[in-house]
């Protein structure tokens, strides 16, 4: 590029020494402004300096504070550490010490309860003791003052005798035993130690009648002749309507028929077959005659017909005995079986009943007489009315009885309802 005529000439060395020179005083002035500067600067500097090291000294001072300060919440917070893990550790041995307390106070009261139960366990059952004791010589003194009432009372001690006088007696396995529950021998004496007895409807006994069905072997001695008893083989058999005359003896094994009679006394041997409709009498028994004029069935209802006011119980009832009506002793019969039936003379008649289970709604006594018919649920006792016109131009009439809900097993008595007509 070409050079203008002002920048040659200034571009000439003595040119430029001048020009030098013309600013020297200048840059001289800017200079000596440049020190001033600086050593203001400096100055500056210096008072910045000494602030920054008033400054650094004061953090220095503060942070050693800090850190004395931190050294000492370090050692306080240390020795409450410490005096805390002390508390902690003699509170943990005082709840150690306390648990041990308790397991050993628990222990204590535990054997205390376990005494003390027992000592109420000895209590209650001494009390027990003293309640059967008091219940005993209650029972003790009411028997003996019952006991003294009844021997000054000559009625009462007549009907216990009379009841004591027909509770049978069972030596030997009872299941052996197989009586008609129309048939009536209360009073007797059965061993079935040996074999069976079976006695059929209608037969009765009189009192000490004895039915032994047990054997012991003559042959041996001893201590074997008094206990090792036949097993079996001496079963006794009744039949129908046999009368057993008082103090009789039954030896099995034996057959005795039908409608036959065992005299007073008489002693059936082991192996008498009775005949049918016989007489036996003595000792042994031997048949004395046959019965002349025997009634069966019907024929021997009505011929009792008229001794007993018109009324014969012919099917399903207990023999006649005394039954408590009320303040009342009556003559009636036990009805013992669900269907029964009694023979009446024809007119207006009242069946009274006794029941010893007292009134129950599922119970219920239904009464037939040839058209006429009637069904109450009888109450523990009371009478129901049977028409004349029942009979209608009937001279006699069966009063046909049925009975539902009253006759479930209850204690082995089968007398659930006791009738008397009047």
Not at 57 to 80: C, F, G, S
Not at 303 to 313: N, V
Not at 393 to 409: I, K, M
């Amino acid at each position: 590029m070409k050079q203008s005529t002002k920048e040659a000439i200034l571009n000439t060395p003595v040119i430029g020494q001048i020009a030098a020179l013309v600013r020297l005083p200048r840059e001289i002035r800017n200079l000596r402004s440049l020190q001033a500067k600086t050593a203001e600067l400096q100055g500056k500097a210096g008072e910045l300096q000494e602030k920054l090291q008033a400054e650094t000294e004061k953090h220095q001072r503060e942070t050693e504070d800090l850190r004395q300060a931190a050294e000492e919440n370090r050692q306080a917070a240390e020795e409450r550490w410490q005096a805390t893990t002390q508390t902690f550790d003699s509170l943990g041995q005082d709840i150690r010490n306390a648990q041990e307390q308790i397991r050993s106070r628990n222990a204590a009261a535990d054997e205390r309860w376990q005494a003390a139960t027992q000592t109420f366990d000895s209590l209650g059952q001494g009390i027990r003791d003293l309640q059967e004791q008091l219940a005993a010589a209650r029972e003790e003194l009411r028997f003996s003052r019952g006991f003294r009432q009844l021997l000054e009372n000559g009625a009462e001690l007549s009907e216990l005798r009379s009841r004591m006088s027909v509770q049978p007696a069972v030596w030997g396995p009872a299941d052996r035993l197989h009586i008609d529950p129309e048939a009536s021998v209360d009073a007797c004496l059965f061993n079935t130690n040996s074999g069976s007895i079976t006695i059929g409807r209608h037969s009765f006994a009189g009192p000490g009648v004895s039915l032994i069905a047990g054997n012991h072997d003559m042959r041996l001695t001893g201590f074997p002749r008094r206990d090792l008893q036949q097993e079996t083989g001496c079963d006794i058999v009744i039949g129908e309507g046999v009368w057993l005359c008082a103090n009789c003896t039954v030896l099995g094994p034996c057959r005795i028929g039908d409608n036959a009679v065992i005299a007073a006394g008489a002693v059936v041997i082991p192996g008498t077959e009775a005949e049918a409709g016989c007489l036996y009498a003595g000792v042994p028994a031997r048949k004395i005659r046959e019965i002349d004029g025997l009634f069966t069935g019907e024929e021997a209802s009505d011929e009792a017909f008229d001794r007993f006011g018109g009324c014969i119980y012919t099917r399903g009832w207990y023999m006649a005995e005394t039954i408590r009506d009320g303040e009342q002793d009556r003559t009636g019969h036990w009805m013992i079986a669900e269907e029964a039936e009694i023979l009446c003379r024809a007119g207006e008649r009242t069946l009274h009943y006794v029941s010893p289970l007292g009134t129950q709604e599922n119970r219920s006594l239904r009464l037939s007489l040839g058209d006429w018919q009637a069904e109450i649920t009888p109450g523990a006792s009371g009478e129901i009315r049977i028409p004349a016109e029942a009979f209608g131009a009937r001279e006699t009439g069966r009063l046909r009885l049925t009975v539902s809900g009253l006759f479930a097993p209850q204690n082995g008595d089968t007398r659930k309802l006791g009738l008397f007509i009047g």
